[in-house]
Nanobody
Framework: QVQLVESGGGWVQAGGSLRLSCAAS????????VGWFRQAPGKEREFVAH????????YYADSVKGRFTISRDNDKNTVYLQMNSLKPEDTAVYYC?????????????????????WGQGTQVTVSS
């Protein structure tokens, strides 16, 4: 069993930065792949970023590529999402998720149904 708790959300002006954290419980967390998703009001949950357990494969949505960076510290059981050059369209609730297997490609990494555990989410609001 893995429990995930996000933090670090908040309000920021366009062009600013935020770093989200996702603290995980469970001794086997280091063997899980991790992902970040987001959901804006009235929209479906969308994929943001993914990193496999060994950090060998990392995937990003085109909308955040070059601006967001996913990282993980397995010793601290924590996953991060560094978000730079934020835009109003990045406003959403951000969720972290854990997957028992490693995603072989972006298609699998981007499927919310592939993930086994989810956090409760943290709100990010970007004003123009």
């Amino acid at each position: 069993q893995v429990q995930l708790v996000e933090s670090g959300g908040g309000w920021v002006q366009a062009g600013g930065s935020l770093r989200l954290s996702c603290a995980a419980s469970g001794r086997t967390f280091r063997s899980y792949a991790v992902g970040w998703f987001r959901q804006a009001p009235g929209k479906e949950r969308e994929f943001v970023a993914h990193k496999n357990w060994d950090s060998f494969n990392t995937y990003y949505a085109d909308s955040v590529k070059g601006r967001f960076t996913i990282s993980r510290d397995n010793d601290k059981n924590t996953v991060y999402l560094q978000m730079n050059s934020l835009k109003p369209e990045d406003t959403a609730v951000y969720y972290c998720a854990a997957m028992r297997r490693s995603a072989p490609n972006t298609v699998v990494a981007g499927q919310a149904t592939e993930y086994d555990y989810w956090g409760q989410g943290t709100q990010v609001t970007v004003s123009s």
